[in-house]
């Protein structure tokens, strides 16, 4: 049973840096795409950033310039460095983990609180 687990989440001030983890563990079909997702309060889980297994990387639209995506492919971790965070940078960040057999698995989520 694959695992995913994030870690690195916390409360930070405004334009301040944080950086989050998430380790697969248990892999046994290759990781494809590994990602991260945010879900604020009363609003829609969306995009924050995914890095495929080859290092092609893709942004959503709020995080770009400010957010970047790393791999280690050995380790099946990725990395999320976030930089200028903003209050409406808060919310739950979830880990997703992709193989290319098709299947997905989640983490349950790390908690960033962007405030002063």
């Known amino acids: 049973q694959v695992q995913v687990v994030e870690s690195g989440g916390g409360l930070v001030q405004p334009g301040g840096s944080l950086r989050l983890s998430c380790a697969a563990s248990g892999v046994i079909y290759g990781i494809n795409v590994m990602g991260w997702y945010r879900q604020a309060p009363g609003k829609e889980r969306e995009l924050v950033a995914t890095?495929?297994?080859?290092?092609?990387?893709n942004y959503g639209e709020s995080v770009k310039g400010r957010f970047s995506i790393s791999g280690d492919n050995a380790k099946n971790t990725v990395y999320l460095q976030m930089n200028a965070l903003k209050p409406e940078d808060t919310a739950v960040y979830y880990c997703?983990?992709?193989?290319?057999?098709?299947?997905?698995?989640w983490g349950k989520g790390t908690l960033v609180t962007v405030s002063s």
């Open positions: 890095i495929t297994r080859g290092g092609s990387t």
């Open positions: 997703k983990s992709s193989m290319y057999n098709g299947m997905e698995y």
